[in-house]
């Protein structure tokens, strides 16, 4: 499968099976786009007809069509795609828990109008993630990691500091028993920022892989949705905060994680803010929540959303030239290695390979399904006890979904988001079509930006 395209000056052929990405020329870019409808013939009259006053002749796109039959006999372009009988019966397989979301605190801080979470509570009632649950939760997830060396935890909520001391103990417990079992624990936590202060910000730079900041960009933005229950912005109290976490973080990986609406649907204005604000990993997710909210972005929101995905990719390209580069978690994309053909196909392992984990220690198949009894899967005592929703999620893969069949980005997408395709469609192996058109947008800008930086933009 060949998906084509224009974007900043660069004709783009982009080979879906076999990950080649090819840059032509007018002349070439047209014959690929007819050499699978028309005869050579055809192709002759049609090209030399477009471009006569180029001069274009027979021999030039008998040349061309001979290139063409090259790169495909060499398997990069048009090649086949091979993989649909390895997205094999995921019920077969022997998955391993490689990664918990602990969710140490259902309460928050914030009173976020567009939280997914209901402020933190999961449409519960608010609690705390105990000790002596959140030491079960890390031996459930060793028990349970086979021989991976490698294990990932996310301290999320809610507002994970808002018990700070338990995920303090909890890092030295998983410091304990990784010696004794020959594992490595990799920790991140996400927070609103409220609550960083000078501890906070040692511990996370000693202690966490990773850490993710909420901010969604300029203070207007920012402060429209993202409120404490007096009604006030945290704008003004966090930014200050994350700028030191970051500052003495030293290089260590961190993301400022920003969420747009119907409201600032020209984001790129809010991810630049951050970097002017000295941040240089950054994050911007389209907001989740019913279509009948008023924040919830609308079909003719997506030609302006595209174009912002456009224009950011060309900020990107000028910025670095300027020596003040910064990176977009979507745009990131490695076009030689990559992840193997089975995570491709399988995407993110949620209810397989990883899980979330409630302040009670029950289990869900990932942070969004937490509240929603129907995905409750088990718990970190009994373990998963409801296979056949287990089940359900080792069979969702790339190919699971009719409408996927024919799309160029599902090696790239993995068949999307199970969480996503579940609240729009009522199915986790149904299809969220809003998101699906603009995840193929940032694929096609960040595939653009890798031919940028080869041409030497």
Not at 400 to 410: I, L, M, N, V
Request: glycine share 8%; with cysteine; hydrophobic share 35%.
């Amino acid at each position: 499968m060949v998906h084509q395209y224009k974007l900043n000056g660069y004709n783009i052929v982009l080979d879906t099976c076999s990950g080649s990405v090819h840059v032509m020329d007018d002349v070439a870019y047209d014959i690929t786009a007819l050499c699978k409808e028309k005869t050579a013939e055809e192709i002759k009259e049609y090209i030399i007809e477009k471009y006569k006053s180029e001069n274009i002749c027979e021999k030039d796109v008998d040349d061309c069509l001979e290139d063409i039959k090259t790169l495909e006999t060499a398997g990069k372009l048009f090649t086949p795609d091979t993989y649909e009988n390895m997205a094999f019966d995921f019920k077969k397989r022997n998955s391993v828990i490689k990664a918990l979301c602990l969710h140490v605190a259902h309460t928050c801080n914030l009173n976020c109008e567009y939280c997914f979470a209901s402020q933190g509570k999961y449409h519960g009632e608010r609690a705390l993630m105990s000790l002596e649950t959140g030491k079960r939760a890390l031996d459930f997830l060793v028990e349970n990691s086979g021989t991976r060396r490698n294990l990932e935890v996310d301290f999320f909520g809610g507002e994970p500091l808002m018990n700070w001391d338990v995920v303090k103990k909890l890092v030295a417990y998983a410091r304990e028993i990784e010696k004794i079992h020959g594992k490595n624990f990799r920790f991140t936590l996400t927070t609103n920022g409220i609550l960083i202060d000078d501890d906070v910000i040692d511990f996370c730079n000693k202690e966490m892989s990773n850490v993710v900041l909420s901010l969604d960009g300029r203070k207007e933005v920012h402060d429209r949705f993202r409120k404490d229950y007096k009604g006030c912005g945290s704008y003004d109290v966090i930014v200050p905060k994350f700028q030191e976490l970051v500052r003495r973080r030293g290089g260590k990986n961190y993301y400022m994680r920003g969420t747009f609406t119907h409201y600032n649907t020209d984001f790129t204005k809010d991810l630049l803010s951050m970097a002017d604000l000295g941040f240089t990993e950054l994050s911007m997710e389209p907001v989740v929540c019913s279509p009948e909210d008023a924040s919830a972005l609308t079909e003719s929101d997506l030609p302006v959303l595209f174009e912002q995905y456009e224009i950011l990719a060309k900020e990107m390209i000028r910025r670095k030239k300027e020596g003040k580069g910064f990176t977009f978690y979507h745009y990131m994309l490695d076009l030689k290695h990559g992840p193997c053909i089975y995570k491709r196909i399988s995407g993110c392992g949620s209810g397989t390979e990883y899980m979330a984990v409630t302040p009670s220690g029950d289990l869900y198949p990932c942070h969004q399904f937490v509240g929603d009894k129907k995905y409750l899967l088990g718990n970190i005592y009994d373990g998963v006890t409801n296979t056949e929703i287990q089940n359900e999620f080792k069979l969702c893969n790339a190919y699971a979904r009719e409408e996927c069949s024919d799309c160029w980005a599902k090696l790239y997408c993995s068949g999307g988001c199970a969480a996503n395709s579940y609240h729009a469609s009522g199915s986790i192996k149904g299809v969220y079509k809003y998101g699906c058109e603009l995840f193929k947008k940032r694929i096609e800008c960040a595939v653009m930006l890798k031919v940028a930086e080869a041409d030497g933009e």
